[in-house]
């Protein structure tokens, strides 16, 4: 496709529950990027990849979650064992190299009930 | 710990007036600096950056921003607003060390009326 595309658009779990957030970069972007916002809120960084690789995942807020990229294309991030405060949009976004613009899905909202 | 603030959550201007969206920032060392935009419905896309040179920089739409390293700020402007600068508006920066690593303010919410 022509942009980053995110899946589902919207998802409602009960506490507990685990979800699992599709990313689907740019073709041929090589970095993928995942970061959450909060309502109200700018985005915060959770983790980056290059390729398959997983450099950087200090964003990530607890051990619930998890994110994995395989192929080195599609990314997925799953939480495990949801809880309210993780309720927010999380988006993702592609780039050529680490250093290049970034492009940015329309982002997944998670309704924890 | 760095952070990027960005002082006005909401502006309302009638179409015409001219803006201007503050935004500072806390880190010390170099930075790259960004402005994105978010029209209601649609993705975050890159409205403007600096990386170096010029501090007054131009994107697209007719918006500037100039980077005044003294005042650790990246205010954003625009002569003339429309109504179709409607959306919210972050500020973001990278620091050199970790260059892919957007950090983000939270955000200012813009109404142009008609």
């Known amino acids: 496709g022509a942009g980053v595309s995110q899946s589902p658009r919207y998802k409602v779990a009960k506490r507990g529950q685990d979800v699992a957030l599709r990313c689907d970069p740019i073709?041929?972007?090589?970095?993928l990027f995942w970061y959450q916002q909060a309502l109200g809120q700018g985005p915060e960084f959770l983790t980056y990849?290059?390729?398959?690789?997983?450099?950087?995942k200090s964003g990530l807020p607890s051990d619930r979650f998890f994110a994995e990229r395989p192929e080195g294309s599609v990314s997925t991030l799953k939480i495990q064992r949801t809880q309210q405060e993780d309720s927010a949009v999380y988006l993702c976004?592609?780039?050529?190299?680490?250093?290049?613009?970034?492009?940015f899905g329309q982002g997944t909202r998670l309704t924890v009930v | 710990a760095q952070s990027v603030s960005q002082h006005n959550h909401h502006v309302i201007l009638s179409e015409a007036a001219s803006l201007e969206l503050g935004c500072n920032y806390s880190?010390?060392?170099?930075?790259?600096l960004f402005w994105y935009v978010q029209y209601p419905g649609q993705h975050l896309q890159l409205l403007l950056k600096?990386?170096?040179?010029?501090?007054l920089v131009k994107g697209i739409k007719g918006f500037e921003a100039e980077f005044i390293k003294s005042k650790f700020s990246f205010n954003l402007r625009k002569p003339s607003v429309q109504w179709s600068d409607t959306a919210e508006y972050f500020c973001?920066?990278?620091?050199?060390?970790?260059?892919?690593?957007?950090?983000f303010g939270s955000g200012t919410r813009l109404l142009v009326r008609p």
């Open positions: 973001a920066v990278t620091r050199m060390d970790s260059s892919y690593k957007l950090i």
């Open positions: 976004a592609s780039s050529t190299n680490r250093d290049t613009e970034a492009f």
């Open positions: 600096y990386f170096s040179g010029d501090p």
């Open positions: 073709s041929g972007h090589v970095s």
């Open positions: 990849f290059q390729n398959e690789a997983q450099l950087d």
């Open positions: 880190y010390g060392g170099t930075v790259n």
